[in-house]
Every structure is written in C-alpha cells, then in structure tokens.
C-alpha cells in the first residue's frame, strides 16, 4: 500500500520517514509491544500526528496529539516540556480547524507550563506568547493582541539582539495590529523596521521578505503612497521570479 503517488516514485530510503501508512504501522508495532514502552508510543503518535497535519487530516492529527499528550503527562508529570509542547501544537490544531475559543485556552495553558519550566527568558516562552497574541488578534481583541507581541519583541530582544528574525516576524504581527486598531499610520514604518531587519539577517531572497514586501507595498497603498507601494509590489514580485522560476 502508498500514502500517495508521491510514496510510489520516491525511493523508500528517502520517504519512510514521510509515509503515513508506514508511520501507522509503526504505531501499531509499538502498541503491541510487551513492556513499558509507553514513550516510544507517545513519540510514534507524535510523529504520525506530524505527517496528518501536514496533510491537513485534522481530525486524525487531533487523535494522534491528544494521546501523546495523555502519555507525556503519565511519563514526566502534567508540567514536563514535553507536555507544554504539545499542548501548544494542539492550540495551532484547534486554530487551523477554526475553533479559535479552544485553540486560544489550549495557547495559554501552554504559555503557563512553558514560564513554569523555563522562567521568563526562553524562546519557548517567547513563541508562546508570539501564538496567543495571533490569536487574540483573529478574535478581535486588539490590545490584548498587542501586550502579547510587545512582550515577545522584549524577549526576543533580551535573547537575541535587536538583528534577529524572530524579531521582525513579531514586528510585522505588530504592524497588523495597529492597522486594526485605526493607528495604520505607524504600520509602514513598523513594517519598513521588519523588513530591513529581515533582509540583513536572512538575504532578500526568501518567501518571508516576498511576504514582507507585499505587506508593506499593501500598507502603502492603504495611505495612497501608491508610487511607493508600486516599488515594493514589483521588489517582491522579480524576488519570486527569482527564488520560484517555475512559478512564474
């Protein structure tokens, strides 16, 4: 049996790692293993859970997390990293299926277990608050949104330096709050701030500055800046024409 007809052509040293129906025998090899191996199930669901989301089957992705969570928390205790770790990729689930009142509590309770592994000055933390603060924004409330970038631009910041990309990412988020909050006027430069920092920390040719350039030619526009946002429009589009010849 083949996932798809992908899994046909590839050879099988290049695609076990990627094959859903391999990844589910595996699951149930481990299963019917004698022992406690009670880790190795959750790892396998975690896995298999990786591949379903990938191929957007949400709902088997969902199963697969749930178990693994059920699992990590008898292993290494309901406030183990692991367990923090899942429970935010169950949040992104819940987001992806629309649910966002379910994804937003499952986000916070992982921003909780993370500040009580970590403390207050981890990456986990940051990308923790950096997925509430999506969140808050797809529900509308604004300014929650914003504290919540705000404090992971600070910690980015305090881990990184100022010339990081985690660091224009939440910039840009910020800039998409502020045109929500009727202040679009301070979008352009936030979102000029974004997109220098990108292009200095990963080259110019990459989908995340074509997406940077778009959004700042987009805010342009919005204050009839037109010739400026022509520029950015055309940056991005010969960017793409670069990076993605068979596109265009």
Sequence with gaps: FYCNTECQRQSWG??????????????E?????????????????????????????LPEAKERYMEALRIFGDVEGEESERVAGMT??????????????????????ALR??????????????????????LLFKKGHFDGAMAKFEEARAMYVGLYGEE???????LGSMAKVLNAQGKGAEAPAMLQKSLDIM???????????????????????????????????EEGLGTVRRIHPEKT
Excluded at 16 to 27: A, D
Excluded at 39 to 52: K, R, S, T
Excluded at 208 to 232: C, D, F, I, N, T
Aim: net charge positive; charged share 30%; glycine share 10%.
């Design 14 to 27: 290049e695609h076990r790692k990627v094959c859903v129906v391999h990844q589910e025998k595996k699951l």
């Design 29 to 57: 090899k481990e299963r019917s293993r004698r022992g406690d191996n009670k880790g190795a199930i959750a790892a396998a669901c975690l896995d298999l859970g990786d591949l379903y989301m990938t191929r957007d089957r």
């Design 88 to 109: 935010m990729t169950l949040g992104i689930l819940f987001g992806k299926q629309g649910e966002l009142d379910d994804a937003l509590r499952m986000g916070k309770q």
């Design 113 to 134: 277990l993370f500040r009580r592994v970590h403390g207050d000055e981890h990456r986990n933390v940051a990308d923790a608050l950096v997925s509430v603060g999506g």
């Design 164 to 170: 990081h990309e985690t660091v224009a990412a939440v």
């Design 199 to 233: 292009t200095r920390t990963i080259g110019t040719d990459c989908d995340p500055v074509v997406m940077s350039l778009l959004s700042l030619g987009s805010s342009y526009a919005q204050h009839g800046m037109l010739k400026e946002a022509l520029v950015r429009y």
